[in-house]
């Protein structure tokens, strides 16, 4: 069996890239993608990434599997990035970043009641600094709230919670590992999208080379190599870990904003970062190895996120 890994600092390291990539979703979709094709959008992000994981893994679900995949991938993906991407497309000033930075607490909750695991005060504390921090990077004045936006964001935020607490207590079958697990989740995810998008949004757009560069982008790098980087280290990290590494994603969105798309940073912006960061840090620290290094066992996990800071569209 794997020794416990939960104080590698490379592991920890590994693990962060994958909300830093998450961080650049925004502006890849306003910038390079069709506008307004949520579904479209996350069926593309989606389901070639699962396929692209599933070849390599060449393991499939069996028996009980089956249907718990599909359930999870309806959650996590499936559910999950139609939401996002509306609420992206909608809201202003950076609030669907806001009300992904409390997924973590509501996971929090949701595992004191279906995994029975009591909430630390240091784990409330962190998330609710974190949270304050974040909303300090990305809430602006102006701007009216859209309420379908919200809407979106919330119901992105509740659906991610709900399937990664029932990750954690289905865990994952004998001898497969978080490649084949996530495999089968973007999948799964990405078939209940494509109806949808058929349905909703009729025939898919017309894709110039921006906007094929920017959809292999987030299958390839945001989706595939993000996820699995991930799920590894939610299998090899303690779960207060991987929790807090959840901030990385709207400030690396902020950090992409200031230098790619010409976006200012003010002192209360900066202020912001700072104590997320340090939430973030926080969250590495003090904490004890897992008993046994499984993607199964008990304890909170942060939802992965790429709500990102939100301008107008152009």
């Known amino acids: 069996m794997r020794k416990p890994t939960a104080n590698r600092p490379a592991t920890i390291?590994?693990?962060?890239?994958?909300p830093v990539s998450w961080g650049t979703t925004y502006a890849v979709t306003t910038e390079f993608l069709p506008a307004d094709r949520p579904l479209f959008t996350g069926l593309m992000r989606a389901l070639p990434?699962?396929?692209?994981?599933?070849?390599?893994?060449?393991?499939?679900?069996?028996?009980?599997?089956?249907?718990?995949?599909?359930?999870?991938g309806?959650?996590?993906?499936?559910?999950?990035?139609?939401?996002?991407?509306?609420?992206?497309?909608?809201?202003?000033?950076?609030?669907?970043?806001?009300?992904?930075?409390?997924?973590?607490?509501?996971v929090v909750?949701?595992?004191?009641?279906?995994?029975?695991?009591?909430?630390?005060?240091?784990?409330?504390?962190?998330?609710?600094?974190?949270?304050?921090?974040?909303?300090?990077?990305?809430?602006?004045?102006?701007?009216?709230?859209?309420?379908?936006?919200?809407?979106?964001?919330?119901?992105?935020?509740?659906?991610?919670?709900?399937?990664?607490?029932?990750?954690?207590?289905?865990?994952r079958p004998e001898g497969v590992g978080p490649l084949a697990l996530?495999?089968?989740?973007?999948?799964?995810?990405?078939?209940?999208?494509?109806?949808?998008?058929?349905?909703?949004?009729?025939?898919?757009?017309?894709?110039?080379?921006?906007?094929?560069g920017g959809y292999l982008?987030?299958?390839?790098?945001?989706?595939?190599?993000?996820?699995?980087?991930?799920?590894?280290?939610?299998g090899r990290l303690t779960a207060t870990q991987v929790t807090f590494l959840g901030p990385l994603s709207p400030l690396t969105a902020a950090v992409v904003g200031w230098a790619a798309l010409g976006q200012t940073l003010t002192p209360v912006q900066l202020t912001g970062m700072a104590l997320a960061f340090g939430a973030t840090v926080a969250g590495q620290l003090g904490v004890r190895p897992p008993v046994r290094p499984s993607f199964g066992s008990a304890g909170q996990v942060s939802v992965p996120s790429d709500l990102t800071p939100a301008r107008a569209r152009r």
């Open 13 to 18: 390291l590994l693990t962060a890239l994958a």
């Open 49 to 72: 990434a699962g396929l692209v994981l599933l070849g390599l893994a060449r393991v499939l679900p069996r028996g009980a599997w089956w249907g718990k995949a599909a359930v999870l």
């Open 74 to 106: 309806a959650l996590n993906i499936g559910a999950f990035f139609p939401l996002l991407f509306l609420s992206a497309y909608r809201l202003p000033g950076g609030m669907a970043a806001v009300v992904g930075s409390v997924g973590p607490l509501i």
């Open 109 to 171: 909750g949701l595992s004191a009641v279906l995994l029975g695991q009591r909430p630390t005060a240091r784990s409330v504390l962190t998330g609710l600094v974190a949270a304050f921090g974040v909303s300090l990077v990305v809430l602006k004045a102006a701007g009216a709230l859209d309420a379908v936006g919200v809407l979106a964001a919330l119901a992105a935020t509740a659906s991610m919670s709900v399937g990664t607490v029932l990750t954690k207590r289905w865990g």
């Open 182 to 212: 996530t495999a089968w989740q973007l999948t799964a995810g990405g078939l209940l999208i494509a109806p949808l998008a058929l349905i909703v949004e009729g025939a898919p757009p017309a894709l110039d080379g921006r906007a094929i």
């Open 217 to 234: 982008y987030l299958a390839l790098a945001n989706t595939a190599v993000a996820y699995w980087l991930w799920f590894r280290g939610i």
